[in-house]
């Protein structure tokens, strides 16, 4: 069944002229899963989730999207069909809050203005955005509303995949377990495949129905938060539990 | 003195507003001129950086050319008149406009292209959505300073034969008129401190939404 396997690694390295980020990576998402990718930083994940969309292409091994290779397959048309939030403020500072949410749909079509500002209202909606903000632009917003604006970009034209690199890095602790909810919820909502990074290793349990712990550029464990917890599979996954709250 | 020049422009108020016509004509075309082609070769050389060095060497190199001898060796190509004034200052106008242009789109945040072409834009979508605009205030500046030069190096075009305040300037100093040279100087200054304040006005507009 290659249907429910909507992002696969196969033989994935990556080496920058010549340190070695990534070496010989497998693994496959199903459709519908909540990955969180946790590691210490410099161990590739961010790399790794760059892949999925092609905004970095593997030195060697494929990786296939939906059916297709990210070596072959047209990458615009690609990157629109999957969302892609970052951490920060990525937001475009010269478009107001309205504008921002609706850049893909944008260039998508253009004329169905109609049918874009109710995508607009309706991921405003989702994310917990009011609409008095759609005017306002992101300078004018706390870093939690930024980071909703993030989401409801991303997530604009109801992509099958979420792609998301420590979006809930530059929050305060409240705002990031209200975000975090918020994410959980869209996910239940929408069935959505979300492939999350993140360094924080109670987000990771926390967030992911499959956490996957990578180490200097290897995968040391992918299986449920339960399965980690119970089964730590080497000394790296248990010393990174360890500083989670049990 | 300051007598002397103002009754020198009520007496010949329609032989300076002609000058002060034709100095705008040739400043203005030569700004449009330099905005079109400092705009496109600026974007060409921050989309295919490898170029980049050779064509900012040869517009840098083209800049340190004295301004008369640039006029001085259009002659022969263009002959006299008001066609090779504005050639000689598009020319030089291009500096500052493939300059800022460049500098203003390399500095757009690569983390904000990134996310940018990562949610699907394309190239041309990139530039147009989010690269120039981001530019924009460091672009405009350009222009600014770019007019203001424009329009003060207009008046050395005279001594090929072109119109404008020149031609008062020219015509005062062989004739010892110093009113006459006074004012074509003065007409020039007022312009480009105009010009200056104008585009000041778009320039803060430009910047009003990039408090990030």
């Known amino acids: ?246 | 003195m300051i007598e002397e020049t103002v009754g020198l422009l009520m007496e010949r108020w329609d032989f300076f507003a002609g000058l002060l016509t034709e100095h705008l004509q040739i400043s203005f075309i030569s700004i449009f001129i330099s905005i079109a082609a400092g705009l496109g070769i600026g974007i060409l050389i921050s989309e295919f950086k490898k170029s980049s060095k050779i064509v900012m060497g040869i517009v840098n190199f083209i800049y340190t050319i004295p301004s008369i001898s640039l006029l001085g060796f259009l002659i022969p190509f263009s002959g006299i008149g008001d066609t090779t004034a504005v050639i000689a200052l598009s020319v030089y106008a291009l500096l500052p406009m493939v300059r800022n242009t460049y500098i203003g789109i390399a500095n757009v945040s690569p983390l904000i292209v990134e996310a940018a072409s990562g949610m699907g834009g394309t190239k041309v979508q990139v530039l147009f959505k989010v690269k120039l605009p981001l530019a924009m205030p460091v672009i405009t500046a350009g222009i600014r300073n770019m007019a203001v030069m424009t329009i003060a190096l207009a008046g050395i075009a005279s001594f090929i034969g072109a119109g404008g305040l020149g031609v008062a300037i020219y015509r005062g100093i062989t004739t010892n008129n110093k009113a006459m040279t006074v004012l074509g100087s003065f007409l020039i200054a007022l312009l480009a401190v105009l010009a200056d304040l104008v585009i000041g006005k778009i320039e803060k507009y430009t910047y009003k939404h990039k408090a990030i």
């Open chain 1, 1 to 246: 069944m290659t249907d429910s396997k909507i992002i696969r690694y196969e033989n994935i390295s990556m080496v920058y002229s010549d340190s070695q980020v990534i070496s010989d990576i497998n693994f496959e998402v199903k459709k519908g899963e909540f990955v969180t990718v946790i590691g210490s930083s410099g161990c590739g994940k961010t790399t790794l989730l760059k892949m999925a969309n092609g905004l970095i292409i593997p030195t060697s091994g494929n990786v296939i999207v939906n059916g297709k290779n990210t070596r072959q397959t047209d990458l615009t048309s690609l990157r629109r069909s999957i969302g892609y939030c970052v951490q920060g403020s990525v937001l475009f500072p010269h478009m107001t809050v309205a504008k921002n949410i609706a850049y893909v749909p944008n260039l998508l079509n253009k004329r169905d203005r109609k049918k874009i500002d109710a995508a607009v209202d309706k991921w405003m909606n989702i994310v917990g955005l009011e609409f008095s903000m759609k005017e306002r632009y992101p300078y004018q917003l706390s870093g939690g509303q930024q980071q909703r604006v993030g989401i409801a970009r991303s997530l604009a034209v109801s992509p099958e995949i979420l792609l998301m690199d420590e979006p809930f890095g530059s929050v305060d602790e409240i705002t990031r377990g209200m975000l975090q909810d918020e994410i959980i919820r869209i996910h239940e909502q929408t069935g959505i495949t979300i492939l999350f990074v993140t360094h924080d290793i109670n987000e990771a349990m926390r967030l992911g129905t499959k956490v996957l712990v990578m180490d200097r550029g290897c995968v040391k464990q992918y299986d449920s938060p339960d399965a980690v917890r119970k089964n730590p599979a080497d000394e790296f996954v248990e010393k990174l539990l360890f500083r989670s709250v049990k």
